[in-house]
């Protein structure tokens, strides 16, 4: 009989989301890939003492590395000096590695929302009377600070970054697995990010969101691409989730669903057949 692969599946399933909840996804993920993997779950802040032994760690619902910033470097420490599989390769330039690539991608002409870390950069920005501050190692919306104009001459730039605030229409998400896209869900409403419902993107939407997958250049993973329409009918991006994107996976159809589940349990046994 052939031998199955060994996965740690690191989530945190108490994690208090905002209009989420996290552990039906992850419970839903893993009773699957339970059928191809010997699986084992365990918390984030256990997942470097644990990870020996397993041909693999899965990271998913893990909440904002924020939390346990040492656990997480250790973790990463140790990952690189066992030369253990992480899935998603710890190698994501988007934001696994901080906010810092929106700087990156601003600077290359992406259509990203425009963004600076330097009060000299102001006259890179469109003109305006709304700011957002959003913390450089932030994530889940933690930190987010409207600022005015007038607030701008008192604002303490250590480690934050500054945006227009883009009036926009709605948000838009694109899901992948490896460069494979999934689907897509909307907020129809900008005041309720998470109320989605499924969306069937444009040629144009899905160049759009392959642009920032091909930029990653992540050869296996799950990636998100968040995105804003702005009135004027065009697409910013807002962040590239490369660590553990929440998948929304009770918003989507169940054929939706179902392929999903396909498409990782095939990228999973690609993953553990290379290196």
């Known amino acids: 009989m052939h031998e199955r692969s060994r996965i740690l599946f690191v989530t945190d399933l108490a994690y208090p ?7 039906d996804e992850d419970i839903l993920l893993t009773s699957r890939l339970r059928d191809h993997f010997d699986l084992a779950l365990c918390h984030p802040k256990d997942a470097a003492a644990l990870m020996p032994g397993f041909d693999a760690v899965v990271v998913r619902n893990s909440g904002p590395v924020l939390h346990y910033r040492q656990q997480y470097d250790e973790f990463r420490r140790r990952a690189a000096e066992q030369r253990t599989r992480v899935y998603n390769p710890l190698t994501g ?6 906010k810092g690539y929106l700087l990156d991608l601003t ?4 259509p990203v929302i425009p963004t600076i870390r330097r009060p000299q950069d102001l006259h890179l920005l469109p003109p305006t009377d709304r700011y957002l501050a959003k913390p450089e190692a932030g994530a889940d919306s933690i930190g987010l600070t409207p600022v005015s104009r007038t607030d701008l001459p008192r604002l303490d730039w250590t480690g934050l970054l500054l945006q227009p605030l883009v009036d926009f229409r709605h ?10 896209f999934q689907y897509a869900l909307h907020a129809p409403d900008p005041s309720r990010r998470w109320e989605l419902t499924p969306y069937r993107p444009t040629p144009d939407d899905l160049a759009f969101a392959r642009r920032f997958i091909d930029w990653n250049t992540l050869d296996h993973g799950i990636q998100r691409v968040d995105a804003c329409r702005t009135t004027a009918g065009d697409l910013l991006l807002v962040e590239l989730e490369d660590l553990n994107p929440y998948l929304s996976l009770d918003a ?8 999903f589940v396909t498409a990782l349990t095939a990228s999973l046994h690609r993953f553990l057949r290379t290196g």
Not at 107 to 110: H, I, R, S, V, W
Not at 171 to 180: K, L, M, N, Q
Request: aromatic share 14%.
């Open 252 to 259: 989507v159809t169940p054929r939706q669903r179902e392929d």
């Open 17 to 23: 989301a905002r209009g989420r909840r996290y552990c």
């Open 93 to 98: 330039r988007g934001d696994m590695a901080g």
């Open 107 to 110: 600077e290359a002409g992406f």
């Open 171 to 180: 948000e838009v998400s694109f899901y992948f697995v490896d460069d494979a």
